[in-house]
Every structure is written in C-alpha cells, then in structure tokens.
C-alpha cells in the first residue's frame, strides 16, 4: 500500500498536514527540545528530517503535536503511538497510528476490515 496517494490530517482540527511526499509535525523531546519533523509518506519508509539535526536515543518517546492547532497527536487509546487520520476520499477515513517510540517501526492502519501493520 502506497500511502502517498492519501491526505493526513489532523484529527482536531482537519487540517491537512502532507504533501505528496512528507508529513510535516512539531516535535517535542523529552528533555523539551523543540523541533519539526518531515516523516516520509511511504508506509515502511521510516526515513525522517528533523529540524535542528537530532540524533534520538533509542525508544525514546517523543511528543508530536499538530503545527496548525498544536493539538497533542497521542491515540487516546496506544499512549505509545500518534494518531492521524487518513483520507482515502470524500467518505472513507481511516485512522492511522505511528509508533512514537524512537526506533520502534511500527505503523497501523486501522479499515474497516480490520488492522493492516506494517513495520520496517
Ligand atoms: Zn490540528
């Protein structure tokens, strides 16, 4: 599955948060460095820009928040992952979770037939 044919938006506040290549999320460490990150769109692509050039610790949990409303992207229900919402078109959405643990490739795509998982 190429993810990159679908929108990601913010589950607060919908706004869209990719472009046909990168989704784009404020970061926070936790040690309350601050920084934006450009994730790959590619589903099993776990490449990542970070801005400024960080070097994350292994399973180190990192906070995403949405660069537009700021909201706190943690799936209210896996504390461990970020959740967005995917548009597959006018009527169908499906939630998406990421592993937020540095390291840990983990990616979710929730449908209506079940969980698809995906993992690097
Ligand atoms: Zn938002």
Not at 41 to 68: L, M, Q, R
Not at 105 to 120: A, F, K, L, N, P
């Amino acid at each position: 599955m190429n993810l990159g044919q679908y929108s990601f938006s913010c589950p607060q506040c919908r706004a869209e948060l990719n472009n046909s290549k990168v989704i784009t999320l404020n970061t926070e460490r936790a040690n309350r460095d601050k920084g934006v990150i450009q994730l790959s769109v590619g589903v099993g692509d776990y490449t990542f820009k970070h801005e400024p050039k960080t070097e994350f610790n292994e399973g180190e949990i990192v906070s995403f928040y949405c660069p537009h409303c700021k909201a706190d992207l943690s799936a209210p229900q896996h504390k461990d992952f970020i959740l967005l919402k995917m548009d597959v078109d006018e009527n169908i959405q499906f939630d998406v979770i990421f592993s937020r643990k540095a390291g840990h490739r983990r990616t979710y795509v929730i449908t209506e037939d079940g969980i698809e998982s995906y993992h690097g």
